[in-house]
């Protein structure tokens, strides 16, 4: 079986490189959802996204629509590409519109605020679709990387290995091999977490700190994140993988990662509001540190680095103040692999 129709809801950079993705791998109709009615017209008549791939040749099976329903209409395969925060109110105006098997696939990687709840969890309580119909997409996949067909790799994670792998099948190409895992919680904790873990290593960087500092907030950030995913149920081996170091090292070393960028702007001294204003684009950790703290609360666990980087982002901390602060906990053993259970240090 294979992907006839597909939409993807969102025409940002990585929802239009996705689409471009399952053109490649043979989908023959892929139709993108985009807010600004321009950007949809500039997609279906010229076959570019101006602003945000302005050099990427889109390929003819791509068209683009602003209307929602006219996209999901007749489509087995959904994308859901737009920012975290914004996920539930749009897909509770879709979720009518979308085919009774269709599969859903997640590409976002944060944790709502208020619920605290993962993308999938979002989707099935605003589409009211069960879980194994949700795939995530999650990986070491920059969007700009990936339209410069610059090989990589991909996880796609469902409890459904039939619907897995069908999306395995929809976009692997020359350029991306996606592998499949069972793991949804590890996979979309991994890509949620990621993104604060950068802002602190952009912070770093801007303060001038080398390769020492970036590989302990690396290697410390997946420790954190591990001992989240110990205690919400994830395979801990998913942390070691493409879902978790993968991406974990290729946001924080990439300058084309806006998570790492935002992170550099307020290493800068810039406030929050000036370090929006310099980054059009969504950079999901800096609202999704304040969710993954109070979930990691909510479960017993302690996440230094995220906490800081909530401080820094949404309490006016310093960043030199919030590095300080995490050299001074109280010494500890390393204990790499630790259980989730018992002290969630
Ligand atoms: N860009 C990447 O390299 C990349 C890679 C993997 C995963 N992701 C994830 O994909 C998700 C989408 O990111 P992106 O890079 O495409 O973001 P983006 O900032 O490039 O684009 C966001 C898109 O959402 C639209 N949008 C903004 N507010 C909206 C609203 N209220 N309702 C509907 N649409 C709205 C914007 O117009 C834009 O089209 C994020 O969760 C991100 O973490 C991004
Ligand atoms: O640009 P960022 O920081 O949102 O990261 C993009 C992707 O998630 C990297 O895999």
Known sequence: MSIRRAAVLGAGSWGTVFAKLLADAGTPEVTVWARR????????????????????????????????????????????????????????????????????VSLMKGIELGTLKRMSEVIVDSAGVEPDRIA??????????????????TVVACTDIRRAELVQRAISTRYLRPYTND???????????????????????????????????????????????????????????????????????????RNRTFGEHLGRGETLEQ????????????????????????????MPITEQVELVCHEGVDPLKA????????????RPGVPSTGEHQ
Not at 44 to 62: G, I, K, M, Q, S
Not at 323 to 334: D, I, N, V, Y
């Open 37 to 104: 009615p321009d950007v949809a017209e500039a997609i279906r008549e010229r076959h570019v996204n101006p602003d945000y791939l302005p050099n990427t040749w889109l390929p003819p099976a791509v068209t683009a629509t602003g209307d929602a329903a006219e996209a999901i209409d007749g489509a087995d395969l959904v994308v859901l590409a737009v920012p975290s925060q914004t996920l539930r109110d749009n897909l509770g105006a879709w979720a009518g519109t979308i085919g009774s098997d269709a599969t859903l």
């Open 136 to 153: 995530v997409v999650t990986g070491p996949n920059l969007a700009p990387e990936i339209a410069a067909e610059q090989p990589a790799a």
């Open 183 to 257: 793991d949804v919680i590890g996979c979309e904790l991994g890509g949620a977490v990621k993104n604060a873990i950068a802002l602190a290593y952009g912070m770093a960087s801007a303060l001038g700190f080398g390769d020492n500092t970036r590989a302990t907030l690396i290697t410390r950030g997946l420790a954190e994140t591990t001992r989240l995913g110990g205690a919400l149920g994830a395979n801990l081996m998913t942390f070691a993988g493409l879902a978790g170091l993968g991406d974990l090292v290729a946001t924080c070393s990439s300058p084309l990662s």
């Open 275 to 302: 370090a929006q204003a310099a980054t059009r684009q969504t950079a999901e950790g800096v609202k999704s540190c304040l969710s993954i703290r109070d979930l990691a609360h909510s479960v017993g666990v302690e």
């Open 323 to 334: 590095l300080a602060a995490l050299m001074a906990r109280e010494t500890k053993p390393e």
